[in-house]
Nanobody, 120 residues
Framework: VQLQASGGGLVQPGGSLRLSCAAS????????IGWFRQAPGKQREGVSC????????IYAVSVKGRFTISRDSTKNTMYLQMNSLKPEDTAIYYC??????????????WGQGTQVTVSS
């Protein structure tokens, strides 16, 4: 079981990035997926999740309206589209899966993280 995150980088405020997380060893469609982030000196926080039962999503207040979580069954990959990025979005972003269909619960498998830096 492996999650491989990619797509991070340096972007100016107001810019966009799309993070990807390719899964191997299991099928993403069966499980809830989530994105988390950890900024320097801060605790890890949940950014967004998507259930596998009905595709319902949850977003942190700080990113709602700017970020979009999605999954592509044909590629077994999950995404986080991030628009209107702000300096406070700077963090290491992690993808993860929860071995149930609903979002809430412990996330058992994690990707390695990808750095997002928003700066002019």
């Amino acid at each position: 079981v492996q999650l491989q995150a990619s797509g991070g980088g340096l972007v100016q405020p107001g810019g966009s990035l799309r993070l990807s997380c390719a899964a191997s060893g299991f099928t993403l469609d069966y499980y809830a997926i989530g994105w988390f982030r950890q900024a320097p000196g801060k605790q890890r926080e949940g950014v967004s999740c998507m259930s596998s039962s009905d595709g319902s999503t949850i977003y942190a207040v700080s990113v709602k309206g700017r970020f979009t979580i999605s999954r592509d069954s044909t590629k077994n990959t999950m995404y986080l589209q991030m628009n209107s990025l702000k300096p406070e979005d700077t963090a290491i972003y992690y993808c993860a899966i929860h071995l149930e269909r609903q979002c809430l619960g412990p996330y058992e498998f994690w990707g390695q993280g990808t750095q997002v830096t928003v700066s002019s």
